[in-house]
Structure formats: C-alpha cells, structure tokens
C-alpha cells in the first residue's frame, strides 16, 4: 500500500508541470504501454483528478476505470492548440493505437464535412462522412455534427445554394418546366433545377461561399453584428436574439480540422470487392487475394528508425494485426535494410507455420524496396509469396513480374486499395510519431 502511494506521489508531482490548456492525455503501463488516451480542456487538472489521495474511484469512475489506474505506471500529455484539435487528434490516436480501456472510438465511425460538389454544372452543398473521390471540396473533419446541420441552413439563407441530390445539367432544356421545392419559395436557394438562375450566376454563388469558407468571414459577420444591434436598439429582441445565434454558429465554422493533418483515410477507400477482384486479376493470382499486408520505414527525426506492418482483410483495415518493429541491426539510413529486417522478423512465424502467410505483401516504395523484400524472403527459404510495391508521386504500382511499373488510372478500384494500404502504413509509422513529436508514448512493438 505504502508502495502504491509513493508511485501516486511520483505521478502527481510530475502532472504539476503539465500545461492547464487542452489537450490529450495518456496513462501509461509497465513498458510504456498506453493503456487509455483521454482528452481535456485543462490537462494538469484532468490528469490529476485521478490521482488525488483519498478518493474512490471505484464509486466516482466506475471499476474499469479503477483497474486501470491500479496499472499505471506514468502519465504523459500532448499539448493541442484548441480543443476541436485534441477531439480529432483523440479520435485518430485511440484508432491507431487501440489502448485496451478505450472502449469508443474503435469502431469505423468517422467526422463529417461539407462538400461543395464543384464538378457539376451546378454544385451543391452536402453534409457527408462519405465524400466523393473526385470533383468536390472538402472542409472539415468537423466534430459537431449537431452546430453543423445548424450553420447549414444558416450558409444556405446567406448564398441560396442547392442541397439536393438532383442532377442537374446546363443543357437540360426541360428545366424551364420543373417545378422548383419549397426552399425557393422560401429564398433560401436560387432553384437552378427549374432554370431560374444561369449557370455562371450560380457558379459566382460558390465562388462567393469558397471565398467565404476559406476566409476570416469578416464582412458578413461585420454585417449580422450591425443587424443584431440595430434589432437590440429597435426592442426587437427576438430577432437580435436570432442574429446572435448565427453569428455564433458562423463563428463555430473554426472549429474544425482539415482533411490532410486529421487525415481520415477509412473516408476515402474504395469498393473492396470490386478493388479486390481487379488486384486479382492484375497479380494474375490463381487464389482471391485476401489478405494484404503493408510494410513502411520511417526515421524518426532523422535518428530513431521505426518500421510499421498494417493488415487489411477482404479491402478493410484489421487494426488488431498492425505492428512496428524498432530496427535493431540497421546502422545509418538504409530503407532497403530495413525493409528486409522487418520482413525477417515479421514472417519468421509464418515460416514456422505458427501464423498465415499474407496473399499479398506490399512495400511502400519503388522496384528496389520490393526487391529487397523479394530478396529477405528467398534468404528465409519462403514459399512464393506475390510482393508489390507502390513509389509516391508518380504512384507506380511494380510487380515481381518485371521491371516496368504498371500504370493504373487515378480512379481505378485497385490502385484506390494500394494507396489505402500504403497510406495506412506509412501514416501509422510516421504520422502517429509526427503527432507525438518524439514522446516516448509507443506500444505494440515488435
């Protein structure tokens, strides 16, 4: 007992130089293993509530909770620059990571955007967690969905956009005939399906709504605030009151992340079945490929070399089968032996037939990473196993079957699935250390 307060003591002496702004933070276990990620809008606070002498978690958190601070051997944070941040970042880390006392954020659910359709003759504006692959603009992750169905229809009365599902075209000489919906009527869009705007007056419309997405809003703002005030002055409160709610909601716009930096890749997948049978064929595989495992390199600051293995099942991501592998043998900068250490290690099991070899084994990078994996593998005596890799860029997908890379198009199934996986390997083997800024918060190492 006098043990376990003396380390409580350690704890809590440590979270008193923790910042009191936002933030994530993580409890972790014997060999830094994080064992729960938490998020909060004053971490020092956050963090030592559960360590205060005295007090009974079992009653105030429940007894997972309890459990497993009686695991805890430290508590480390990262800092965020707002809370929509440590949401995002919370959200992602939790799905990375996996920490056994998570219980939500494990599942497939994701943050919605909005989109603004800008490859149609007349674009529309969608709230969606499952974009388009081409012809839109995304803003977001957004973590309210509730503030964003609101500020919605807030943009819609400002720009008259359409948010329907219609197709319509420019040259459709029968919409001069259709009967416009109720939101025409309304003023609340300029009803391009029954032709009662032309297409570049419209187009200005979301050139407007860009200019405004991208900007500080400063004018229209300007201008609800001096309608609010004029309605305050004139004892029409309940518009004031109205006029302040969607300054608010404007305001809200902020709060947001962006697809590239709280990157969703599970959003942006493409049909597994059909990306699947086209692999097949392109491999010329005898057997449906199944199960595909990637493989990436990344130097930490130049220094600590991390490899990472994802796993995919039938086209979708099997997190309980990702693992890094801290390179031990390699000196220096050597992607190509690296590549082969982590092929050795990771396959020593299979080759022991204590696990399943992989359909496909892919290798983020070009026809030199692939032969040092081809390489690796004859060394350990393998069965034939089909390799590829996919180099950034140019995306050039090779082959064992020769020297010259296959060039898929941009839309096709197959090539959307070879991105995912290696995007997934890279994106676990170094975004998740970018995000940490070097903390020494890893588990699941191999």
Not at 231 to 253: C, G, P, T, V, W
Not at 317 to 322: D, S, V
Not at 346 to 364: N, S, V
Request: aromatic fraction near 8%; charge should be positive.
């Amino acid at each position: 007992m006098a043990e376990k307060q003396d380390k409580y003591a350690k704890i809590r002496e440590k979270i008193r130089e923790f910042p009191a702004g936002p933030g994530l933070y993580f409890m972790k276990g014997s060999g830094d293993k994080v064992l729960y990620i938490g998020k909060a809008k004053n971490l020092r606070s956050r963090a030592a509530s559960y360590f205060q002498p005295g007090s009974d978690l079992f009653s105030s958190r429940g007894p997972k909770i309890a459990e497993m601070i009686a695991k805890v051997e430290s508590v480390d944070f990262l800092e965020s620059p707002n809370e929509v941040d440590a949401v995002l970042q919370e959200a992602r880390l939790i799905k990375d990571i996996r920490p056994p006392y998570n219980t939500d954020l494990v599942d497939d659910k994701t943050f919605p955007y909005l989109e603004i359709t800008t490859g149609e003759d007349f674009p529309a504006v969608y709230i969606t967690r499952k974009p388009q692959s081409r012809g839109s603009i995304l803003f977001g992750p957004f973590t309210a969905v509730k503030d964003l169905r609101s500020v919605l229809v807030v943009l819609q009365k400002i720009f008259r956009f359409r948010t329907c599902k219609l197709d319509i075209k420019d040259n459709d000489t029968k919409r001069r005939f259709f009967r416009p919906c109720l939101l025409f009527s309304i003023k609340q869009c300029t009803a391009p399906c029954g032709a009662k705007i032309d297409k570049q007056e419209y187009k200005k419309i979301i050139r407007d709504l860009l200019k405004f997405m991208r900007s500080k809003r400063s004018t229209i703002l300007r201008q609800l605030k001096k309608q609010m005030a004029e309605a305050s002055e004139a004892f029409e409160y309940e518009k004031a009151a109205m006029l302040r709610d969607r300054i608010r909601l404007i305001e809200r716009l902020d709060q947001r992340g962006t697809p590239d930096e709280h990157v969703q890749p599970e959003v942006f997948a493409a049909d597994p079945a059909e990306a699947l049978a086209k692999l097949r064929e392109i491999l010329e595989s005898p057997e449906p490929i199944r199960t595909i495992e990637g493989i990436d390199i990344a130097n930490i600051a130049g220094a600590e070399a991390v490899g990472s293995l994802v796993k995919f099942i039938d086209g979708k991501p099997f997190k309980n089968g990702y693992r890094r592998f801290k390179i031990k043998t390699v000196k220096g900068i050597d992607d190509y032996a690296m590549i082969a250490e982590v092929v050795k290690r990771r396959y020593k099991y299979a080759q022991k037939g204590e696990e399943l070899w992989p359909d496909l084994i892919l290798i983020d990078g070009g026809l030199g990473h692939l032969r040092a994996a081809e390489k690796a593998l004859e060394q350990m005596n393998a069965p034939a196993v089909k390799i590829a890799s996919i180099a950034k860029k140019q995306e050039d997908i090779y082959t064992q079957t020769g020297s010259r890379p296959l060039k898929l198009a941009a839309r096709s199934p197959a090539r959307k699935l070879l991105q995912y996986v290696r995007d997934e390997a890279h994106r676990f083997a170094q975004h998740y250390h970018h995000i940490l800024r070097g903390k020494k918060l890893l588990g699941k190492d191999s």
